[in-house]
């Protein structure tokens, strides 16, 4: 129920609410890899990750953003604000992360670095960040010769692995922001040296504008001036034609460095710069120090890169500070008391914010789990900007890509024109939107701004997103890519969550992104039932290798019939019909489609069940269609075959009694289907009156159930496993097309580069897949009560029912983050050592996916995207 007890930061949120969008102008807007994207690669073949590497992103300047390490921007990205390291030893400036190539990985890409979103309010009003900096040399050559040689069979290589934290000898680097007023951000760089003896380091807060002149977008090339010190600061100001002006305040240091934004055409292209004033100037004159050229960034008094130089020596176990200021004022003071108390009053109202959420008698374990998962959800909100038909025809005089790209890679959506800050599921693994990952995104995000949570699935159904025959963007790797509609589950989680927490029931959102949905829904019912059949199709559908084969490319004149595509779609048609519903209480013109998506749903059931449930097995599989092989079915035993849990949607009594025309059309339709022996979906009715609609029935639920309850089958320390390992002994083989395929259980990251490797549906636990099964088996106790109990786990004599097994399943998942008794906090596997000591004990990771037998973090390390869904578990379901 929503609080009377209105915090500071409530109050910032209920205005931002009321904008066009709904979005502080400042925040942590800055990716975290902006090198090795496809937008950045102009490339003949695609290759992404060779054409623009790491080792040219210092050099290098950017065609759609810029990056950096626990870094601030507008929300426009024009002016970024971020930090850079260097402790004596590297042979670069530390200021970006590094991680592997996909060719570099033996499991894929992944960023090789230690660093933690620790706090972050919704409107960015007080931001935390830490970053762990070796003081021996950054072991770059090390991390990718080793990965280089390992299997796919062995576990990845870490930093950890490398040895250089094994005697503490490293800095954590704490940036905090807080907001004195929307446009004055005060920020607060600690340096605490971990060692046992005194160490140096350099750090450089560096300020600049993103290159947007080189491509034509600005008319006036913006400024950064050096103005005249004040007694203990240094002031530049930022002039920019769209932006304003904005002052930049930093402590006083006699080193102050002044260069431009623009490539190093010398070391990148082989030809001579135009001046010594390229991007990478600072590395240079601070890691190499030509003669002469860190004094000719010294009294350069504008540009368009600027950084302070803080040479600092801490010793053991002490820390230093750095203070800065960002601003639209002109202050004679930026440094006085009040620089200090607006981080006490902005950090107390954050605690504010959260305790008035927070579960009462929650643990201190779950409660910092929590903030973190917000916190990492908020940290990787970014700005994206990609207009794909500049991206295939190039920039006047500047880039002029190679004819073959109009016939590759997101060829066909010339209309995507993107320019948003975007909620991403990784900021450096995977910087960049992707469909699906977005809804699971909102739930967690609806809990703390559910204004923007709705701006966020509206946008992907903008005419600058959605193609013009309705298709939603799958992610920037492939746009044609198709993932899992869940769209209108999301916009109704998101409409109930915020009715719940905030007692506002926003109709309005619901028409709108119906109206868009129901474009989409048209767009899968044209284009993924190949037979006309009510059996879907789709591809990988975000699952990536949970296939025996590929199902993204199989050969001509054979098509997949797919378990989990149908049943998306399924659920698809019940929560359509659930919006439907829910606007129909207050507009009657809505009447009809309710009972559109009723018969769509219906006829899905039916299909799904008669062709695709195997009553030998009692599980549902694909079925391979070929054109010389007759159909075979893959049994194989995965979430694709428990992805039919999910189709399922309420009727409340209430609801029906307002729509008669449907309430008749329905019973016409029940009627009509039992007299002539045809299949009718589950219908379960409550005490209150109420309707389940289910794809399966009660007796397949319970079969389902009992094989995903079984530690030797689904069941794990974790979580529900993405492939059965009954399959570590008996593996799938399918001969098909003269070529062997086969599909075995693997607990970790994976051992074939379907996809490119970095992901595993082949055994490990996923956060969002969990999430909807424990969801809905809440929702079958409803209907259920006492008359399913089922043994958990299965064989045992500890009968449970629904609501008891989602409640041991919310507890297994987050175990997955809490401490034990010995300090042992499972996701962190084998790097335990390292988080048992005191001033690490409270890190949490939030990983791409769980390893099924350990639930080990695997995949991308900072997935607080999807993975962020343990707050919501946290927060709504009772944790035994």
């Not at 940036?175 to 929307?182: F, R």
């Not at 449930?613 to 054109?627: G, I």
């Not at 409340?652 to 299949?679: C, G, H, T, V």
């Not at 075995?744 to 490119?756: A, P, T």
């Amino acid at each position: 129920m929503p609080s009377n007890n209105i915090s500071a930061e409530q109050q910032r949120l209920n205005a931002n609410a009321l904008k066009e969008v709904p979005l502080e102008k400042w925040g942590p807007y800055l990716s975290e890899r902006q090198w090795g994207t496809v937008r950045e690669d102009y490339s003949a073949a695609g290759d992404a990750w060779n054409y623009f590497t790491h080792d040219q992103s210092r050099s290098r300047v950017y065609r759609w953003g810029e990056d950096g390490i626990a870094g601030i921007c507008d929300m426009h990205q024009n002016l970024c604000f971020s930090i850079a390291l260097w402790n004596g030893k590297d042979a670069i400036l530390k200021e970006r992360l590094f991680g592997l190539t996909n060719t570099e990985g033996n499991h894929g890409e992944d960023v090789k670095e230690l660093y933690y979103y620790l706090d972050n309010t919704p409107t960015h009003s007080y931001m935390k960040y830490l970053y762990k900096y070796p003081q021996a040399a950054f072991p770059y050559k090390q991390l990718v010769d080793v990965n280089g040689s390992l299997p796919k069979t062995a576990t990845e290589f870490e930093l950890l692995d490398t040895g250089i934290f094994n005697e503490n000898n490293y800095f954590d680097v704490r940036v905090k922001y807080a907001k004195y007023a929307e446009e004055d951000i005060c920020i607060e760089i600690k340096i605490t040296n971990r060692g046992n003896e005194e160490a140096a380091i350099a750090v450089l807060p560096t300020l600049w504008f993103r290159n947007r002149w080189l491509f034509g977008n600005t008319l006036q090339k913006p400024l950064l001036e050096k103005q005249p010190s004040l007694t203990n600061a240094g002031i530049v100001k930022a002039t920019h034609e769209r932006l304003g002006s904005y002052y930049f305040y930093h402590q006083a240091t006699d080193e102050t460095l002044m260069t431009e934004n623009e490539t190093n055409t010398e070391r990148v292209f082989g030809y001579a710069n135009e001046s010594v004033f390229v991007k990478d100037a600072f590395h240079d004159a601070v890691v190499h120090h030509p003669p002469g050229l860190q004094q000719q960034l010294q009294n350069k008094s504008s540009g368009t890169k600027f950084s302070p130089v803080y040479r600092l020596s801490i010793a053991a176990k002490q820390s230093q500070k750095i203070f800065l200021r960002l601003s639209k004022d002109e202050l004679q003071h930026p440094f006085d008391e009040t620089f200090n108390t607006v981080f006490t009053d902005r950090k107390k109202e954050a605690d504010e914010f959260y305790k008035n959420l927070l579960p009462q008698n929650i643990s201190a374990d779950n409660a910092n789990i929590q903030r973190q998962a917000f916190a990492g959800l908020l940290w990787s909100k970014q700005f994206y900007q990609f207009d794909i038909e500049r991206w295939l025809e190039g920039d006047t005089h500047n880039i002029h890509p190679p004819e073959e790209r109009k016939q590759g890679r997101n060829a066909g959506w010339e209309h995507v024109k993107i320019a948003d800050v975007l909620s991403m599921p990784d900021k450096w693994e995977y910087p960049w939107f992707a469909a699906w990952d977005l809804c699971f995104h909102c739930i967690p995000m609806a809990m703390v701004d559910p204004a923007f949570a709705k701006n966020q699935l509206i946008l992907l159904c903008r005419e600058w997103y959605m193609s013009p025959a309705a298709q939603i963007p799958a992610y920037e790797w492939n746009f044609s890519d198709v993932n899992p509609p869940i769209q209108a589950w999301a916009a109704l989680q998101v409409y109930r969550i915020e009715k719940e927490i905030h007692g506002t029931s926003d109709i309005s959102f619901l028409k709108r992104i119906f109206q868009k949905l129901m474009l989409n829904f048209t767009w899968w019912a044209n284009r993924e039932d190949a037979n006309e059949n009510g059996i879907f199709t789709g591809g990988f559908l975000g699952l990536d290798n949970i296939g025996v084969i590929d199902r993204n490319r199989l050969p001509a004149g054979t098509f997949l019939e797919q378990v989990d595509a149908t049943s998306w779609m399924g659920m698809y048609a019940m929560n359509m019909m659930e919006i439907a519903l829910e606007i129909a209480q207050t507009d009657n013109t809505y009447e009809d489609v309710v009972t559109k998506f009723y018969e769509h749903f219906v006829l899905i059931a039916s299909s799904l069940n008669e062709a695709l449930w195997d009553t030998e097995d009692n599980f549902f599989y694909d079925s391979l269609h070929t054109s010389g092989e007759g159909n075979i079915a893959l049994k194989v035993r995965s979430l694709v075959g428990l992805s039919v849990l999910f189709g399922a949607g309420i009727i409340s009594n209430d609801a029906l009694k307002k729509l008669p025309d449907f309430e008749k059309r329905m019973n016409y339709i029940k009627d009509y289907r039992a007299q002539n022996n045809k299949f009718l979906p589950c219908e379960q009715v409550s005490e209150k009156g109420d309707i389940l609609i289910s794809l399966i029935h009660k007796e397949r639920l319970i079969q389902l159930l009992e094989v995903m309850l079984d530690e030797d089958e689904f069941l794990s320390p974790g979580g529900i496993r993405a492939l059965s390992k009954f399959h570590r002994q008996h593996p799938f083989h399918l001969q098909f097309n003269h070529t062997d395929f086969s599909i075995g259980y693997v607990s970790g990251e994976s051992d074939n580069s379907m996809f490119g490797g970095n992901s595993n549906w082949r055994g490990p636990v996923w956060m969002p897949l969990n999430f909807l099964i424990i969801q809905t088996l809440r929702q079958r106790h409803y209907f259920y009560r006492d008359s399913i109990q089922l043994a958990f786990p299965a064989g045992s004599s500890n009968l449970q029912t629904l609501q008891q097994i989602a409640d041991h399943l919310s507890a297994k998942i987050v175990s997955i983050f809490q401490q034990d008794n010995n300090g042992v906090r499972p996701v962190h596997g084998r790097d335990n050592w390292f988080y048992q000591q005191p001033e690490n004990k409270d890190l949490v990771l939030f990983y791409e996916y769980y390893h099924g037998d350990t639930a080990r973090g695997l995949g991308a390390s900072h997935q607080s995207g999807w993975s962020s869904l343990v707050a919501a578990l946290i927060q709504s379901y009772e944790v035994i």
